[in-house]
């Protein structure tokens, strides 16, 4: 039975879905035909997976990429029949649920070949792996040097199809390609070196977004992409030959208006101690929202088109912005956590700097609570709330 989403927390995440299709065309262009794998992970990077990847797959992505049997699970269950890398670590107990759901398995131990190879012929399938070499981000795969023995050993297992190899570059989006062509040279002799042992593996690997942009030597035979669809380029240092759009915004409204007079104090441990007449609207979002409590130091909002500070410290479930120069502003008055209002943009970099952190922490922490909201052609298609749909 559908159960309607019923909003009734005026603070919620818009998804632009057209955006999302409109990034994927121009990356394309990029492409030369070579595969795209739609990193969908995390959520789709807060965006929501599942509306996101039913969007990319009828638009005809070649694989989409999670990192855990739960995000491919999800996919599968709405319906999505792509293929699906998981590119994370499983436990070799659940080898099982990969093979079931008919993910595409990272692997470089041979354990784990051997515990997929072990589901598959007792579900009577093939287990389709993509085999990982680390050749310098130091997270999964085996060691370069010693790649070709180890996809010996996992090669033993016969219920194995091996439709990939794949490296991950750690600073495809710094200014210096140093470390990244010392990778690209290691992957490009891996695999003269396993052509010429017989190993013929299709579909080769290693670019992220910054490497779509920067490093079309490297783009192999497909692909990963994830930030650029959502609309945002991976860094300051990238080339930018795309107008991206951006896909996401964060929006809320004004819940109370505080009319300060000298002296008096907002939120906890009294931060914000008025030395004058002052205009301070709440908004009804918080730190319980992946909103951070940094952004008390340089963080703003847009309401009407203009910068709001935000001031005091983050609450749970609220925050302050200082409207002493909005004497207009009224309750229900709508303001922009992330994305355009006017002339202003305020986009997951400005975030993350006021923050010190990363695009993508500050996209993917925007949270569950927060109602998704996704729009086609100007009209809203779907919300999702609490695993309500409507
Ligand atoms: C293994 C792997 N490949 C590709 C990507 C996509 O990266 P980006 O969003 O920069 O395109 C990620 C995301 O971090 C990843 O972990």
């Not at 050993?153 to 219920?159: A, E, I, K, N």
């Not at 992330?338 to 400005?350: A, L, R, V, Y």
């Not at 925007?366 to 749909?389: A, C, I, W």
Request: proline share 5%; glycine share 8%.
């Amino acid at each position: 039975m559908k159960v309607e989403a019923l909003i009734l927390r005026p603070s919620w995440v818009e998804v632009d879905l057209d955006a999302v299709l409109d990034n994927l065309a121009q990356v394309r262009t990029l492409l030369a035909g070579k595969k795209l794998c739609a990193v969908v992970k995390a959520d789709a990077y807060g965006l929501g997976a599942v509306p996101v990847s039913r969007a990319l797959a009828q638009a005809g992505v070649d694989a989409f990429g999670v990192v855990m049997l739960d995000e491919a699970v999800q996919l599968r269950r709405a319906g999505i029949v792509t293929p699906i890398l998981n590119m994370g670590e499983i436990l070799t107990e659940h080898a099982g649920y990969a093979v079931e759901y008919d993910v595409q398995q990272m692997i470089y131990r041979p354990e784990t070949a051997q515990a997929l190879s072990i589901a598959a012929a007792r579900l009577g399938k093939k287990a389709a792996v993509h085999f990982k070499i680390n050749t310098g981000m130091g997270r999964y795969g085996c060691e370069y040097e010693h790649a070709l023995e180890t996809l010996q050993q996992c090669r033993r297992y016969p219920h194995l199809v091996f439709e990939g190899v794949m490296t991950h570059f750690p600073l495809s989006d710094a200014a210096d390609k140093s470390f990244a062509q010392l990778q690209i040279l290691r992957m490009k002799r891996l695999r003269r070196l396993f052509e010429e042992n017989g190993l013929d593996i299709p579909c080769w690997h290693m670019c992220n977004s910054g490497g779509v942009l920067d490093l079309p030597q490297a783009h192999m035979d497909m692909v990963r992409c994830g930030l650029l669809l959502y609309g945002y380029y991976p860094s300051e240092d990238v080339q930018r030959p795309l107008t991206l759009k951006p896909a996401m915004t964060v929006k809320t409204h004004i819940i109370a208006i505080r009319e300060l007079r000298r002296g008096d104090s907002v939120g906890y441990s009294r931060r914000f101690i008025a030395r004058g007449p002052e205009r301070v609207a709440v908004l009804p979002i918080g730190y319980a929202d992946g909103y951070d409590r940094k952004m008390r130091f340089n963080g703003y909002t847009l309401l009407n088109g203009r910068k709001a500070p935000i001031i005091s410290g983050l609450c749970m479930d609220a925050c302050f912005i200082r409207i002493s120069d909005f004497p207009q502003a009224r309750i229900g008055d709508p303001v922009i956590l992330m994305g355009q209002c006017g002339e202003e943009e305020i986009s997951p970099h400005d975030i993350a700097h006021a923050i010190q952190s990363v695009s993508y922490e500050v996209m993917a922490r925007f949270g569950k609570r927060l109602p998704r909201l996704y729009f086609r052609d100007g009209s809203r298609v779907e919300t999702l709330h609490n695993g309500m749909q409507g």
